[in-house]
Nanobody
């Protein structure tokens, strides 16, 4: 079971990046897939999640209206489109997979059992 996060990089404030989470050795069906991030010296925090079965989405307040999580059935990936990026979005971003859960549990870290290695996102001011 392996999750691969990709798409990170360096971007100026106001720019965009698109992260992608792909799975090997498992599928996303009947799963919740979430994105979390951790900045230096800070705790890991929830960013966004999607329930694969019905597309239910959850977002952290800090990214609502700027980030969009989506699933690609053909590619079997979960993508995070990040627009209007801010310096405070700088962090290592991780994707994670867990059981399909109720909406209120999508933002909880303990919902997720499998974690990817992370991809660095740096937003310069």
């Amino acid at each position: 079971v392996q999750l691969q996060a990709s798409g990170g990089g360096l971007v100026q404030a106001g720019g965009s990046l698109r992260l992608s989470c792909a799975a090997s050795g498992l599928t996303f069906s009947s799963s919740a897939v979430g994105w979390f991030r951790q900045a230096p010296g800070k705790e890991r925090e929830f960013v966004a999640a999607i329930r694969w079965s019905d597309g239910t989405r959850s977002y952290a307040d800090s990214v609502k209206g700027r980030f969009t999580i989506s699933r690609d059935n053909a590619k079997k990936t979960v993508d995070l489109q990040m627009d209007r990026l801010k310096p405070e979005d700088t962090a290592v971003y991780y994707c994670a997979r867990g059981k399909s859960v109720a909406y209120y549990a999508l933002s909880r870290g303990n919902t997720y059992d499998d974690w990817g290695q992370g991809t660095q996102v740096t937003v310069s001011s």
